[in-house]
C-alpha cells in the first residue's frame, strides 16, 4: 500500500498530535501537578518560617510583659479585693455610673490562679454605662465581664439599669510549711 504525499502528511500530524498528547498526558501534566504542589508546600513552609521567627524575635519582649503582668497583678485575695473594689469605685465615679451594690465572692480552687467574682449593679446614663463597660475592658488589672444585664426604664437610654458579674484573677499564696508537724511528732502528742 503506497501512500500518496498527502496522505503521508495526514498521518505524520496525526502521529505526532497522538503522541504530544501521550506526552502530555502521562509525562507533563504529572510533572506541572508535582511542580503546583511543592511549590505550594514551599509557601506553607516558608509562611511557618516566617511564624517561627516573629514568635522567636517576640520572646524577650512577651517574657518581660509576663514578668510585668506577675508583678503588677494581684497577689493574694485581700489585694485582689481592695484593689478591683477600689478600681470599680474610679471607674464609676470617671463614667458618672452611681453603684448601688459591689459584692465580692472567693471561688475555690486548687490551682494557681484563684478567682473572684464581683457582682456589681449600678445606674446611669447609657453613656456612662459605655464607658464603664469601657474602662473595664480596657483595664490593666486582670479583670473580665463574665455576663452582664442591661435594663432601661425610658427608650431614650436617659435611664439604664446594670447588673454584671466581673472576675478577677489573682495569685494563691502559699501556705508555709512550718506550721505542719512531722507525723512522728503528732503521734507523740497524742499519746
Not at 521567627?53 to 493574694?76: F, P, S, T
Not at 446614663?125 to 488589672?141: C, G, K, M, N, P
Not at 455576663?147 to 431614650?156: I, K, N, P, T, V
Request: proline share 2%; charged share 25%.
Amino acid at each position: 500500500m503506497v501512500l500518496s504525499k498527502r496522505e503521508r502528511i495526514i498521518l505524520i500530524v496525526t502521529l505526532a498530535c497522538v503522541g504530544l498528547f501521550v506526552v502530555n498526558k502521562f509525562l507533563v501534566e504529572p510533572v506541572q501537578t508535582k511542580l503546583d504542589e511543592l511549590e505550594a508546600q514551599r509557601q506553607q513552609l516558608l509562611g511557618d518560617l516566617n511564624e517561627g521567627d516573629l514568635l522567636i524575635g517576640n520572646h524577650r519582649r512577651m517574657q518581660e510583659k509576663w514578668k510585668a503582668m506577675l508583678y503588677d497583678g494581684l497577689r493574694n485575695d485581700m489585694e485582689a479585693e481592695s484593689r478591683v473594689l477600689g478600681a470599680l469605685r474610679e471607674w464609676s465615679s470617671a463614667a458618672r455610673l452611681a453603684l448601688s451594690s459591689i459584692k465580692p465572692e472567693r471561688v475555690s480552687s486548687d490551682r494557681g490562679l484563684q478567682e473572684m467574682i464581683f457582682t456589681v449593679a449600678g445606674r446611669g446614663t447609657l453613656d456612662s454605662v459605655a464607658r464603664f463597660l469601657w474602662q473595664i475592658e480596657t483595664s490593666a488589672l486582670p479583670v473580665k465581664i463574665k455576663d452582664m444585664q442591661l435594663g432601661s426604664s425610658s427608650e431614650s437610654g436617659d435611664s439604664m439599669s446594670l447588673q454584671l458579674h466581673l472576675s478577677a484573677l489573682y495569685l494563691q499564696t502559699q501556705k508555709k510549711q512550718s506550721d505542719t508537724k512531722q507525723p512522728e511528732a503528732k503521734d507523740e502528742e497524742i499519746l
